[in-house]
């Protein structure tokens, strides 16, 4: 196959079974402490030609800060995978990604992302593979599972499949209903970024509400890293067997409060709504806009604490984690408002 | 006493919504005026129903509008949350009973496209993607779809099928290996279903003040029109408030 950006290897790498559990039999299982500040994590284990699956719901429980690091570093010719992947139009729009596998790019009612349309459109990144997210989800848990592929009704007949060199057609072996299938391949991204509500030191991470596809991917990607806002005693993981994620899948261990913000975290912080409008209704529709808007927000930030100082500082904090309390109801949401400037396009 | 205004063509597409959903069924539901529709429902004559979103979210205790599918008013004091590969495979199982569906492009056997007018190759205009569409609409029992009609938004044929409603049309659908399908499309019209033996797009009921004229001419190909074509009644007043104070009181997905 030929491709625009991405290389032979990277394509065939994603459904590498054999490769993928020869990584996992090499890798280090030492118990030890493998915490270590969001830089030196984002050098050591994010390379530059990785495939990175995001995680988390783009903009919910997603290591959205660990993203920014990985633009200020200047990582390059990754190619993006994830359900949703919201965050992908960002690493191609900063040059660090130039080839995905499909699902969904976009901020749902927030608008269409004119960023990413307008790099598809030019040719400055290439769609190497179509999906939906159930059938991606699929991939990542037949990996988890040990599994060579799963059969499912997902995708067939549609120009999807037509569009995915990964997916196979065959009538159906087993059973009464020998009508077609779709066979979906184990999936192997290189790397993933997974925030979490808590881990200890080894990497036993702990996630509070969806998990979405963050436990198969834990143990389908060649390296992980988890950022985790707070950083606990692996006797408080034991007490309730609360482990998601266990130690021996995870490379690195970052403490990372606030590391979701932008976005969401549950048990945490809420959105900060006006900062997506503004990214996807100002400043997506015009390239200079954009350069300017991450130029503020990720260039010139170092860390979290100066993007939540630009977000509002304090103020903004409270606010959030009032409003997360208040959705989650674990306080009596009517002491709470949830009014808002919406931000709209000019 | 003031008079309450009459409803609004997004509001009889969400009050047409709301009366496809039955008591007691599950519900799975995407963010827009889908989710609008499913609030009316549970709010008015289905206040059984459970709902449960693609993020994972099951059962949450209602709040507000959410603003994502991964909002946390979707897993509010949810009694579990289930994975992404599982929260689709309850479709395929049977335990999801209707799921609705938006789509910029919704063509004449109920495909839907939400990946790109035109083509990768040549793209016109590149859309979201699929998201859960496609598995939603390939693996529940019974989906509708919405949309606000025009002939470029109803084409003949979709530029790109990224849900599958009923293909060409036939038994091309069951052939492909498909479970379930769409069963109505609501749209500023009124009511569609699909002709049981064509499976082509057929207008079963009008919103008030509405034609067949004025739907085909909203249409880019030959609509069927039932024999018994229904007018809908316009929805009551306390109907109306309740969609109005209590289900969109911001008026995001409702108002123009």
């Not at chain 1, 490379?251 to 990372?256: I, K």
Request: charged letters at 20%; a negative charge.
């Amino acid at each position: 196959m030929s491709f625009l950006f991405a290389t032979e290897a990277q394509f065939q790498r994603l459904v590498d079974f054999e490769g993928a559990r020869r990584h996992h039999l090499e890798k280090d299982r030492t118990k030890k402490d493998k915490r270590m500040p969001l830089p030196e994590a984002v050098d050591r284990f994010v390379q530059d030609g990785d495939i990175l699956a995001e995680t988390g719901f783009s903009y919910v429980r997603a290591p959205l800060q660990a993203y920014y690091e990985i633009m200020r570093q200047g990582k390059k010719d990754l190619v993006g995978i994830g359900s949703p992947m919201s965050n992908c139009s960002f690493f191609m729009s900063t040059g660090c990604m130039h080839s995905i596998h499909q699902s969904y790019i976009g901020v749902e009612m927030r608008g269409n992302d004119k960023s990413f349309s307008r790099i598809i459109k030019n040719k400055k990144a290439e769609i190497l593979s179509v999906w939906s997210h159930g059938s991606m989800a699929q991939g990542f848990k037949a990996a988890q599972l040990g599994a060579p592929f799963i059969a499912s009704r997902q995708l067939l007949g549609t120009d999807i499949i037509s569009n995915n060199p990964y997916v196979k057609v065959i009538d159906n072996p087993v059973g009464n209903d020998n009508r077609p299938v779709c066979l979906i391949p184990a999936l192997f991204p290189d790397v993933c970024i997974i925030h979490v509500q808590k881990a200890d030191r080894y990497g036993n991470a702990v996630i509070e509400g969806p998990a979405i596809n963050d436990l198969a991917l834990s143990a389908a990607c060649r390296k992980v890293i988890i950022t985790a806002e707070k950083i606990v005693s692996e006797q408080a993981i034991r007490e309730n067997s609360a482990a998601s994620i266990p130690f021996w899948y995870v490379d690195a261990v970052v403490e990372m409060p606030y590391g979701a913000l932008p976005g969401c975290c549950p048990g945490h912080y809420y959105w900060a709504r006006e900062w997506w409008e503004e990214l996807v209704r100002i400043a997506t529709p015009d390239e200079e806009k954009l350069k300017q808007y991450f130029k503020h927000w990720i260039y010139d930030s170092k860390d979290q604490y100066e993007f939540i100082e630009k977000l509002g500082g304090i103020r903004f904090l409270d606010e959030a984690r009032r409003q997360m309390e208040a959705a989650q109801l674990f306080i009596d949401d009517s002491l709470v408002s949830f009014d808002y400037e919406e931000v709209k396009p000019s | 006493m003031t008079q309450t205004a009459p409803a609004n063509p997004l509001e009889m597409v969400a009050y047409n919504l709301s009366r496809q959903i039955e008591d007691n069924q599950i519900v799975y539901i995407g963010t827009g005026i889908p989710m609008v529709g499913a609030l009316l429902a549970k709010k008015t004559h289905a206040p059984n129903i459970t709902m449960v979103f693609e993020s994972g979210g099951q059962d949450p205790l209602e709040g507000d509008m959410p603003w994502s599918v991964g909002c946390p008013f979707t897993y509010r004091k949810s009694p579990m949350s289930m994975e992404m590969a599982a929260s689709f495979g309850q479709c395929s199982l049977g335990y999801v009973d209707i799921a609705f569906q938006g789509g910029a492009q919704i063509d004449m056997y109920g495909n839907v496209n939400t990946s790109v007018i035109g083509s990768y190759e040549q793209v016109k205009s590149l859309l979201p993607g699929s998201g859960g569409g496609n598995d939603i609409g390939s693996l529940t029992d019974r989906s509708v779809l919405v949309g606000l009609q025009s002939p470029e938004r109803f084409p003949e044929k979709v530029d790109f099928i990224t849900t599958p409603g009923y293909l060409d049309g036939g038994d091309s659908r069951e052939k492909a290996g498909l479970m379930g399908g769409p069963v109505a499309v609501v749209t500023q019209s009124g009511i569609f279903d699909f002709e049981p033996e064509s499976k082509r797009m057929r207008l079963v009921a009008m919103n008030p003040g509405m034609t067949v004229e004025m739907a085909q001419m909203a249409t880019g190909f030959e609509l069927l029109v039932a024999d018994n074509l229904q007018e809908i009644e316009a929805p009551s007043t306390d109907i109306l408030e309740i969609l109005r104070n209590d289900v969109d009181p911001r008026g995001v997905f409702i108002s123009f």
